[in-house]
């Protein structure tokens, strides 16, 4: 998000900047979906679920020992959010769009 945003991320509210979010997307007709804060989308490999342990946040880079894919921390991480959160939505998600894209 700061690459995205800037500077504007780093001087407003985390609050806020969520607000805007949910505006911008409101008003593109989009959805803001929102995970649980705790839900160990790090530590959860894309390809086959497994849950590591225990992750040191020195690693960015970490093999799967279920499936021995090779997962990159914050790649990997957004791909389990972006699953969590269409798996939360009724319907059809498989047309769904970001409200912004990166
Ligand atoms: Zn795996």
Redesign the pocket.
């Known amino acids: 998000m700061q690459r995205l945003w800037g500077r504007k991320i780093s001087d407003l509210a985390f609050g806020e900047f969520l607000q805007i979010l949910e505006w911008v997307a409101k008003k593109k007709n989009k959805l803001v979906i929102f995970i649980d804060q705790w839900y160990p989308s790090t530590k959860t490999?894309f390809?086959?679920?497994?849950v590591l342990e225990n992750i040191d946040l020195s690693v960015r880079e970490w093999r799967?020992p279920?499936?021995?894919?090779v997962n990159g921390r914050d790649e990997n991480a957004s791909k389990v959010i972006c699953a969590v959160g269409a798996s939360t939505l009724p319907g059809d998600v498989s047309r769904a769009t970001p409200a912004i894209a990166v």
């Open positions: 490999c390809n086959c679920g497994h799967c279920s499936c021995q894919s």
